[in-house]
């Protein structure tokens, strides 16, 4: 089968013809397959501008514009662009198929390799297609325009809300995700964590959209709760176990650094040295050497063991079956956190009052809704970071993210190669 023949199949253009295709090696280089196009006869150029035709005014020089390798060879198309003397817009270069603006890669190309760097690394697509990075960012960047443009946003239920640190770890993303039954994708991404990142989000969903959302998981950050309230107040916004246990495991850390460097302080045995692991894991997670450790700190008179014994009296709060004696239960548990003179356990207390009612919401929601798949996409967002090395901007972190966790659509095509 001749190469035109697979074009004609892959990559069919109205109103041009593959006139000849030729393999082209120059010593030192790499071979690559050129293949000149040519207007049909008596076909009318189309303005870049408005989309009309027109008459032809003049030609530009030859233009090589990268296709789709085959074979791994790399594979250029050859075309000399017409100008159109258009009524409109005065003279413009053409508008042709099989690309657009001045871009030196096709269309085609450039979704083959946008859908090589969900699989690859920026990199790896790089050096396996024999392009450049900038060449992958790029066609990164234009499937997540084309998709944010098309996407569809009405029928959201649910949606989880929470940040991660980038850069040097001083600098903060908002992230909002979708988390409802089978739909788990990344709707929003904003730069801080504050309560203008987050409003941006609400503000830029139709207020039908908007209603349409029933339930929020989110963390304790006062200024996500703030606008949470405010722009979807009849919204159920759910404070789930993750985040809970995880401020309650900070706080147990607290206490055994603050303890073993009073031990160490008062020339003591160090007995909380390697300590750190038996002391946050469930008992069910602790391996054999960390549940020995534990069986020997638990003979001592220890805060840290006092704090953790805290935390698992607090675990049965998430086995209630109704938020009212749920809320009894943790009005207890701070009471009991309270007179134990621990401050970290005392502020993790006081914390869990503030936002009694919204805790009592994990209940109202059964447990349906929870952070734990926004945490998880969260690991997706690190990893999605990670393999697009080179970035050290906003905009090339938010094409990154919306590509590889925005469930952004794709267009219809002749041939889907990758």
């Not at 001749?2 to 069919?12: A, C, G, M, T, Y």
């Not at 699989?119 to 997540?144: I, N, P, Q």
């Not at 548990?333 to 009052?353: D, Y």
Request: hydrophobic share 40%; aromatic share 10%; charged share 25%.
């Amino acid at each position: 089968m001749l190469v035109k023949s697979i074009l004609n199949r892959v990559e069919p253009l109205k109103s041009f013809v593959y006139q000849r295709a030729e393999i082209l090696e120059v010593e030192g280089t790499p071979a690559v397959i050129q293949v000149e196009i040519v207007p049909r006869a008596n076909g009318r150029p189309i303005c870049s501008g408005c989309g009309k035709k027109g008459p032809t005014y003049d030609r530009l020089s030859p233009r090589r514009f990268q296709y789709v390798p085959l074979w791994n060879i790399a594979v250029f198309f050859v075309y000399a662009m017409r100008r159109v003397d258009c009524r409109r817009c005065g003279v413009k270069v053409e508008q042709v198929p099989w690309c657009d603006g001045k871009n030196h890669l096709t269309t085609s190309y450039r979704w083959f390799l946008a859908r090589w760097a969900k699989r690859l690394s920026w990199k790896e697509t790089a050096e396996a297609f024999g392009t450049t990075w900038d060449s992958v960012f790029r066609s990164v960047k234009h499937a997540v325009l084309w998709g944010l443009a098309r996407r569809e946003l009405e029928d959201i239920e649910a949606i989880g809300v929470d940040e991660i640190s980038w850069t040097n770890g001083n600098s903060y993303l908002t992230l909002v995700y979708q988390i409802d039954g089978n739909v788990k994708r990344l709707l929003w991404i904003a730069q801080g964590r504050t309560e203008k990142s987050l409003r941006g989000f609400f503000e830029f969903l139709s207020e039908k959209a908007r209603k349409g959302i029933q339930f929020v998981a989110s963390d304790m950050c006062k200024a996500y709760l703030n606008v949470i309230a405010e722009q979807v107040p009849k919204a159920v916004n759910v404070l789930d176990r993750f985040h809970v246990m995880k401020n309650m495991n900070t706080a147990i850390d607290e206490v055994r650094r603050a303890e073993a460097a009073e031990l160490q302080r008062d020339g003591k045995e160090q007995i909380l040295k390697h300590s750190r692991w038996c002391l946050l894991k469930r008992p069910e997670n602790l391996t054999g050497p960390q549940a020995a450790k534990l069986d020997e700190l638990v003979k001592y008179n220890l805060k840290s063991v006092k704090a953790r014994l805290l935390r698992e009296v607090f675990q049965q709060f998430w086995t209630y079956t109704r938020g009212g004696w749920a809320v009894k239960f943790l009005d207890s548990w701070c009471e009991q956190a309270t007179e134990s003179g621990l401050e970290p356990m005392i502020k993790v207390a006081k914390s869990l009052q503030r936002h009694r009612h919204l805790l009592a919401n994990w209940f109202h929601a059964k447990g349906a809704i929870s952070s734990a798949a926004v945490e998880g996409l969260n690991g997706k967002t690190k990893l999605a970071i990670r393999r697009a090395y080179g970035l050290r901007t906003y905009e090339g972190i938010q094409i990154a993210l919306y590509h590889t966790l925005g469930r952004l659509p794709e267009p219809e095509s002749t041939h889907r190669f990758c």
